[in-house]
């Protein structure tokens, strides 16, 4: 992290503590809104207007109302982190690269779900309504699922690419054969999106009240002691 000159790195923190509760204060007005009139009856005014910004600060976070209400999903984290995965080689299992690799994903966005410690019980309920909320209003909107589902399937591609990247480095054989390489790399995707959907599941379960990176390390913990009892 570069700091800025006159501005400790505590004041940083500040900051970004500020923007993730005003991005959940955005989001949490769209999605109570939405469940009170319907979605089609909330616009980016009233939205924030509740959440106590200006709609020019909401466009700042979120592109449109849609995107307030389906939330933040998962990016590639920076180029670095990608090398660094690419590079490990066959040393490190490669479960173990991804999970590392998915825990700096969620910690590029704002999918950790950690504020710094401040006020953590409110954090907890917060995280939770948000939830509760977008799995109704997902559930009973097939177009904003479908919206969502796009997304993610963005990303698993944008992840499959990167793991393609990370087997051919390993085994130059198998990155002659294209069309080996390519689905070996989306068989490693679908099992790290399988250990990913474990724990975002049992984070939400447990009401959000630990950091998600967390639950991810645990979840993939499990992944590998299960590969080895089959292996």
């Not at 923190?13 to 949490?28: C, V």
């Not at 009170?36 to 979120?62: C, K, L, M, Q, W």
């Not at 589902?149 to 963005?154: I, L, N, P, T, Y």
Request: contains cysteine; charged residues 25%; hydrophobic residues 40%.
């Amino acid at each position: 992290m570069t700091v800025e000159i006159g501005t400790s790195e505590g004041e940083l923190g500040l900051r970004e503590r500020k923007r993730i509760a005003t991005r959940r204060a955005i989001q949490l007005a769209a999605l109570e809104l939405a469940s009170e009139r319907g979605f089609d009856h909330v616009t980016v005014d009233e939205i924030s207007h509740a959440a106590n910004v200006s709609p020019r600060t909401f466009f700042n976070y979120f592109p449109s109302k849609e995107s307030a209400i389906i939330g933040e999903l998962p990016e590639l984290p920076d180029e670095e982190s990608i090398e660094r995965f690419i590079q490990a080689g066959p040393a490190e299992p490669i479960l173990d690269g991804m999970g590392t690799l998915l825990i700096a994903a969620i910690e590029t966005g704002d999918l950790d779900g950690d504020l710094g410690g401040a006020n953590d019980g409110e954090n907890a309920a917060t995280a939770k309504e948000l939830h509760v909320l977008r799995r109704s209003l997902l559930k009973g909107n097939p177009e904003l699922f479908a919206q969502r589902m796009a997304s993610m399937h963005k990303f698993e591609d944008a992840l499959s690419a990167v793991v393609q990247r990370r087997l051919a480095h390993d085994d130059p054989e198998l990155a002659a054969d294209e069309e080996a390489l390519h689905q070996r790399a989306r068989l490693v995707t679908y099992v790290a999106f399988a250990g990913m959907r474990h724990a975002w599941s049992c984070w939400a379960d447990h009401g959000g009240v630990e950091p998600l990176s967390d639950r991810l390390r645990s979840s993939f913990a499990q992944l590998q002691a299960l590969g080895g009892q089959l292996g």
